[in-house]
């Protein structure tokens, strides 16, 4: 059996109390530099720089309707689908894939007229309108469209918009950038003061959001029955778009 005296005890305690010292000092350590890393640079370096990138507009979209008028509502409809029907085998005609199709509308709604001697209204008929949402991809048939649709009953063409069906990647071109620009003006500013970019400290951007899209007037709205001679359209151009981006960053320099 193992007998301690008190210099023995001494000695042990000592050792502990050395051990328990360096583990909180290590601890202590690591913490601190945590610390110190999360303090803010005492030199740092904000410049601002901008993105750009031009767009082009990769898709078109339209709404078209044909709207009737009778005293038969039955009538009416048959009339207004049967028309609706070569206006959509037309538009398959031209390539126009069964996804980009879509009915934006379907009303049908009685007219009135007001009696003054009764003090009464009654119905004099009814008017059906089906709209009609559809998309283009292939520009050189824009034209073309919209100048043959009222052949087939559509009496009403609106909203011709121009627009980007995938806008990010154009956003991530003016990023990168405007990045790159920040980076090299920062670099040039910090050698010009004796200094070096050692690494970036925070960083922001600021942009105009998605490309807009463009709106035009797409055809003239004919009487209700169509049958008219389509009207001539001008050449109808998409134009371009800048996307732009602003950026903010901040360097530690040394």
């Not at 709404?63 to 207004?80: I, M, R, W, Y």
């Not at 709209?131 to 009953?153: M, N």
Request: no cysteine.
């Amino acid at each position: 059996m193992i007998k301690l005296d008190t210099k023995n005890i001494f000695w042990i305690l000592v050792n502990i109390i050395l051990v328990v010292g360096i583990i909180f000092l290590v601890l202590g350590l690591k913490t601190a530099l945590r610390f110190m890393a999360s303090l803010p640079p005492a030199r740092t370096i904000t410049v601002s720089a901008e993105g750009k990138t031009v767009v082009s507009p990769d898709i078109a979209s339209v709404n078209f309707s044909v709207v009737t008028e009778g005293a038969d509502p039955a009538v009416l409809s048959k009339e207004n689908t049967d028309k609706l029907n070569k206006a959509m085998a037309f538009l398959k005609e031209q390539e126009i894939d069964s996804q980009d199709i879509k009915t934006a509308g379907y009303n049908l709604y009685p007219k009135y007229e007001y009696d003054e001697k009764r003090g009464t209204s009654s119905i004099i008929g009814y008017t059906l309108n089906q709209t009609v949402y559809i998309k283009i991809r292939k520009f050189e048939k824009i034209g073309l469209i919209l100048g043959a649709l009222p052949k087939y009953g559509v009496n009403e063409i609106s909203s011709l918009n121009f627009d980007i069906e995938d806008p990010d990647q154009y956003l991530n071109t003016a990023r990168q950038e405007a990045f790159a620009k920040a980076y090299e003006k920062a670099k040039t500013m910090a050698e010009q003061n004796g200094a070096k970019i050692k690494r970036v400290v925070t960083f922001s951007e600021n942009s105009g959001g998605y490309p807009w899209p463009i709106f035009y007037a797409a055809a003239e709205k004919g009487g209700y029955g169509g049958g008219g001679a389509p009207t001539p359209l001008p050449t109808i151009e998409p134009g371009s778009q800048e996307v732009s981006i602003q950026v903010t960053v901040t360097y530690e320099i040394k």
